[in-house]
């Protein structure tokens, strides 16, 4: 096995992630199931992609930025890249949405 993934299970066992547990407030959970439930009934599966996808992401950021399993550097640069990336995939999705959108002009 590769150094970098033996420290990498090294990291992992002794960061106490197996065991870490996250308290979503019961309102925020229940409008996120109404609202997916909404979506799904009424075929707008896209939306409710979107909003999962939303409500993900900031939970996983709420995690992330008030974990102290990172030195300041470190984390700054993981919360750096977890907004360009989580912003990048937004964008990418909705820009594929409205492009599917779109009638073919084959002919």
């Known amino acids: 096995m590769p150094a970098i993934i033996n ?3 090294k990291w992992y066992q002794a960061s ?3 065991g870490t547990s ?3 407030p019961l309102l925020e959970l229940s ?3 109404i609202i997916l ?4 009934l009424f075929q707008f599966s896209r ?8 409500f993900i992401y900031r939970w996983s950021w709420a995690f992330c930025a008030h ?6 550097k470190s984390r700054n640069m993981f919360l750096t890249g977890y907004i360009v990336f989580g912003i990048l995939v937004l964008t990418l999705t909705i820009v594929a949405m409205m492009n599917a959108n779109r009638p073919s002009s084959s002919g």
């Open 67 to 72: 974990n102290d399993l990172l030195d300041e």
């Open 16 to 18: 106490g992630l197996q």
């Open 31 to 33: 409008v996120v199931l």
């Open 47 to 54: 939306i409710g992609l979107i909003v999962a996808f939303l």
């Open 37 to 40: 439930t909404v979506c799904l």
């Open 22 to 24: 996250i308290t979503i």
């Open 7 to 9: 420290d990498f299970f």
